[in-house]
């Protein structure tokens, strides 16, 4: 069963009032598309704060990286994912170790667990199988 994504209105307001975002699987490595959207998301001026395990302590476009969303100080706004959907209930637990406002896993992306998990804690705002570049870009000004 296909997850249900909100309105396209409501993924446009998350968007604007998103200031921070988390980048889950975010790779140093310039080819990869995870790479390439959160330079997008800095150039549309989001704080993006970059959340790998195996390169914490090291440095994303100019950001620090984290090994957990458990460990980003402050809030957060959208935790935009790119992990196989195998492993979005991981990255959905860790989210609901935090004040995360979205879960929102990249376009190929999605788990019905993940989504009942997180469904069954009151967080509904999530958005799976789409891209936010996309999204971005189809925002009206």
């Known amino acids: 069963m296909p997850i249900e994504n909100p309105s396209q ?15 889950v699987g ?16 800095q150039e549309y001026g989001y704080e993006i704060i970059p959340v790998n395990p195996l390169l914490v302590g090291q440095e994303i476009l100019g950001e620090k990286v984290y090994g957990t969303l458990q460990d980003v100080p402050g809030s957060i706004d959208i935790v935009d994912i790119f992990r196989r959907s195998e492993f979005l209930p991981e ?14 896993a990249q376009l190929g992306l999605e788990n019905q667990e993940a989504a009942e998990m997180l469904k069954n804690a009151g967080r509904n705002a999530i958005i799976m199988n789409r891209c936010i570049k996309i999204e971005l870009a189809a925002m009206p000004k």
């Not at 209105?9 to 980048?23: D, G, M, N, T």
């Open 26 to 41: 975010l790779s140093a490595k310039e080819d990869r598309t995870s790479y390439k959207i959160a330079q997008l998301l």
């Open 9 to 23: 209105e409501q993924i446009f307001e998350y968007l604007k009032q998103a200031k921070r975002i988390a980048v």
């Open 91 to 104: 990255v959905a637990q860790d989210f609901l170790e935090t004040d995360a406002k979205v879960f929102w």
